[in-house]
């Protein structure tokens, strides 16, 4: 069975293992349920196919579910806008797999001129698989100098994973690991044949036991806008707020801007780290 067809079998498994039959609006039958969440039969009667139909795409069967099914499918799993792209994502794949380029990511000079611009607030690009692209001063002084890493060391999840910094910087540090565990595999469904992505998670694995537990839960997210609370090991507790941006012409890129409430502490903090900061690097 393909890679693309294992990883909407998973999901889907998953997903129905999450669902909750009262919610869903099915009536109790009396039946003693082995396991937690929606029984096959539930999800194609909600979703309005075939029992057999829905356990083939579940086994990851060679079908090509119309969008109209996929739809309702989603419903019935009652997935969110996240997840409802990612189930799109991998019927796409069994469809037709196309893999999206592999070259390095470059961004373009104006995008490094914006970042530099943005200096009194922290501001970071990721790319595919979390890989962080560039960083400004200010979101390496607050984050972790990427720029001192290797450049094919660069990426988010590694660093929130893997450096013990990350786990120290973080308040609630396995909230926002757990979003980026779901963050990358909402990225790595768009080409689970991706080299560079399947070596990462075998990494990410290997070096972390909460990494592979959150990964086999098969949850996807995406990111838009949020907050963090920060122990800063030279201006203290603080919290940030994180709006996100997508570059255009280049859909695998994101732009990540941190700001603080005008007049609060963390904002004072800011500028406190902005005056000690890291500083600005030669391009």
């Known amino acids: 069975m393909a890679q693309h067809n294992r990883e909407l079998a998973d999901f889907l498994r998953r997903a129905r293992g999450l669902g909750d039959p009262a919610r869903a609006g099915l009536p109790a039958d009396g039946r003693v349920r082995r396991v937690p969440g929606l029984r096959r039969e539930e999800v194609a009667l909600l979703a309005g196919v075939s029992t057999d139909y829905y ?27 996240a997840g409802r792209a990612h189930l799109e994502t991998l019927v796409g794949r069994t469809a037709s797999p196309r893999s999206r380029p592999n070259s390095v990511q470059r961004l373009r000079p104006g995008v490094h001129q914006l970042l530099d611009s943005l200096d009194g607030e922290p501001a970071l690009v990721l790319g595919r698989r979390t890989d962080v692209l560039a960083s400004n001063r200010m979101a390496r002084a607050l984050f972790t100098d990427f720029e001192r890493m290797p450049a094919a060391r660069r990426n988010y999840a590694r660093w929130m994973f893997l450096d013990d910094g990350a786990r120290e910087l973080f308040a609630d540090w396995e909230v926002h690991a757990r979003a980026t565990v779901e963050s990358l595999r909402l990225d790595v469904g768009a080409d689970p044949a991706d080299r560079a992505a399947i070596a990462l998670v075998a990494e990410l694995r290997a070096g972390s036991r909460e990494f592979g537990r959150w990964w086999d839960e098969h949850r996807v997210h995406q990111r838009t806008h949020g907050s963090k609370r920060l122990r800063h090991p030279v201006v203290g507790e603080l919290t940030v707020e994180y709006e996100t941006f997508a570059l255009p012409g280049d859909p695998d890129t994101t732009l990540f801007v941190y700001t603080a409430e005008p007049g609060s502490p963390s904002r004072e903090a800011l500028g406190l780290l902005a005056s000690w900061g890291v500083p600005a690097r030669p391009r």
């Not at 356990?55 to 806008?81: F, K, M, N, T, W």
Request: aromatic share 0%.
């Open 55 to 81: 356990a083939r795409l579940e086994q990851g069967r060679r079908i090509v579910p119309s969008p109209a099914v996929v739809a309702a499918i989603g419903r019935a799993l009652d997935l969110d806008a």
